[in-house]
């Protein structure tokens, strides 16, 4: 698989409708995310990977429908309610059986916080790494 673009293709139209559209909110936050295939799904990178679009049929993903997962949803105030943690420990997500269930307005924040979550961890790992080459240890 060569693009996501492809990657959705061949996807059922619903789901596919789904993922176009999470896609198109993800960049319009952040053009400059780097798209990558990580465990054979987009998953969208600044330091770290933020988020990533999973459709049903994938390995580890819904049974139905797609759900857009935070990598450090942990770490989220999920002030809006819908981020589902279950038993993971870091990694939340949402669920989509239809693209017309899709909030954009609570998905923008989400994202912008998500964002702003991989910018203050990679700070503090820059930081870390920079204490540990003052006193000697690496």
């Known amino acids: 698989m060569s693009t996501v ?4 293709f061949d996807l059922p ?7 176009e559209r999470l896609r198109a909110i ?4 952040a053009p400059q995310f780097e798209e990558k ?8 990178f600044r330091h770290r990977p933020v ?6 049929g994938v390995w ?4 139905r429908g797609v759900f857009i997962g935070f990598c450090r949803g942990n770490l989220l105030s999920n002030e809006q309610g819908i981020i589902e943690m279950g038993n993971r420990k870091r990694f939340g997500l949402i669920r989509f059986y239809h693209v017309k269930e899709i909030k954009e307005e609570h998905l923008l924040e989400i994202l912008h916080e998500a964002i702003m979550v991989d910018e203050e961890v990679a700070r503090e790992k820059k930081k870390r790494k920079g204490n540990k080459s003052k006193t000697g240890k690496l």
């Open 37 to 44: 295939f990580l465990y054979g799904v987009p998953y969208y």
């Open 13 to 19: 139209k619903e789901n596919r409708e789904i993922c």
């Open 51 to 56: 988020t990533c679009i999973w459709p049903a």
């Open 5 to 8: 673009e492809e990657f959705f």
């Open 26 to 29: 993800i960049l319009s936050v």
């Open 60 to 63: 580890g993903g819904p049974k």
